[in-house]
Nanobody, 122 residues
C-alpha cells in the first residue's frame, strides 16, 4: 500500500512555469514507477509523463514533450513535474500515480493521489 499527495498547483499566466510535487508514503518509494496524468473538464484523463523506479528512464506525451520534465528524489520519497511554457490547454487537475509497471496507461497504475489544480490564463 502507498499513499500519494500532490501539491504545487495554482493559477498562472500563459508562458509561466510551475513545479508539482507528489509525496509518497507507505512502501519503499524506489520500488514504484510513477506517472503523471491530467484531466480537464469534459475530457478524459490523459497521460502526461512517467518515470521508472530507479529514475533512469522517462516517457512523455507528445503534447508536453520539451516543456515538461518528470524527476524523482527517492531519498525524499517525492516525484516532481516541472512545467514550463504553460498553455491554457494545460489547464487541468494533475494526478500522480504509482505502480509496478512503467506505462502510459492509467488503468495499469495501482495508486493515485487526489490531484492538484493547474489553471493557465491567456
Amino acid at each position: 500500500q502507498v499513499q500519494l499527495v500532490e501539491s504545487g498547483g495554482g493559477l498562472v499566466q500563459a508562458g509561466d512555469s510551475l513545479r508539482l510535487s507528489c509525496a509518497a508514503s507507505g512502501r519503499p518509494f524506489s520500488m514504484y514507477a510513477l506517472g503523471w496524468f491530467r484531466q480537464a473538464p469534459g475530457k478524459e484523463r490523459e497521460f502526461v509523463g512517467a518515470i521508472t523506479g530507479s529514475g533512469n528512464t522517462t516517457n512523455y506525451a507528445d503534447s508536453v514533450k520539451g516543456r515538461f520534465t518528470v524527476s524523482r528524489d527517492n531519498a525524499k520519497n517525492t516525484v516532481y513535474l516541472q512545467m514550463t511554457g504553460l498553455k491554457p490547454e494545460d489547464t487541468a487537475i494533475y494526478y500522480c500515480a504509482g505502480g509496478w509497471i512503467f506505462t502510459t496507461r492509467h488503468e495499469q497504475y495501482d495508486y493515485w493521489g487526489q490531484g492538484t489544480q493547474v489553471t493557465v490564463s491567456s
